[in-house]
């Protein structure tokens, strides 16, 4: 199964807003409503930002949120901090199978 | 506190065999679906296999069926993965992960597709 289809970096400024898109089809992204996206920072696991294309988990700041049009979900984080540069992995399903997109790194200037 | 702990990890020559854990606390672990994810160096996450609380249900990723064994012991809080045949390209940090599920209104079995909860991985080199 292919991985999501992620933009290999981006970047902005403190302040900023930016959004990473992951580009799936029909099967997966498409076809279900159970996308997640994921925070990784050099070194540390992953963590949870957002599931169900929109929700946030407790503790999570209201900067991050999520969306969906058609194939392609959307991860958006405004306000920019130091701290969100990171690498963000989207994920969904299909069949049996979990797939991840090849993920994006993100550099705040 | 709620964490997962991966251990077993190591430095191993192609062919050869090694045996993971992840150590749940602080959770009731036998009401959750848990996975492993692996991730090359350098490289983005993996999806390897998908265990059910109660063991029934196995699913793997087409790169290690055959050679990997997932397992999970809920009396003892610990997910498994007895990896065998190993390979360069098996080569990852492996992390365990968790992931809810419930049953909707008609009583059928429904997965969460997240993991929210992660360990902080375990080193399995595969080099001669």
């Known amino acids: 199964q292919s991985a999501l289809t992620q933009p290999a970096s981006v970047s902005g400024s403190p302040g900023q807003s930016i959004t990473i898109s992951c580009t799936g089809t029909s099967s997966d992204v498409g076809g279900s409503n159970s996308v997640s996206w994921y925070q990784q920072h050099p070194g540390k696991a992953p963590k949870l930002m957002i599931y169900?294309?929109?929700n946030r988990p407790s503790g999570v700041s209201n900067r991050f949120s999520g969306s969906k049009s058609g194939n392609t979900a959307s991860l958006t984080i405004s306000g920019l901090q130091a701290e969100d540069e990171a690498d963000y992995y989207c994920s969904s399903y299909t069949s049996t199978i979990v797939i991840f997109g090849g993920g994006t790194k993100l550099t705040v200037l | 506190e709620v964490q997962l702990v991966e251990s077993g990890g190591g430095l191993v020559q192609p062919g050869e065999s090694l045996r993971l854990s992840c150590a749940a606390s602080?959770?009731?672990?036998?009401?959750?679906?848990m996975n492993w994810v692996r991730q090359a160096p350098g490289k983005g996450l993996e999806w390897v296999s998908y265990i059910s609380s109660s063991t029934s249900t196995i699913y793997y990723a087409d790169s290690v069926k055959g050679r990997f064994t997932i397992s999970r012991d809920n009396a003892k809080n610990s997910l498994y993965l007895q990896m065998n045949s190993l390979r360069g390209e098996d080569t990852a940090v492996y992390y365990c992960?968790?992931?809810?599920?419930?049953?909707?209104?008609?009583?059928?079995?429904?997965?969460?597709?997240?993991?929210?909860?992660w360990g902080r991985g375990t080193l399995v080199t595969v080099s001669s």
């Open positions: 992960a968790r992931e809810g599920y419930y049953y909707d209104r008609s009583g059928s079995f429904v997965r969460y597709w997240y993991f929210d909860l």
């Open positions: 169900d294309v929109s």
């Open positions: 602080e959770f009731t672990f036998s009401h959750y679906s």
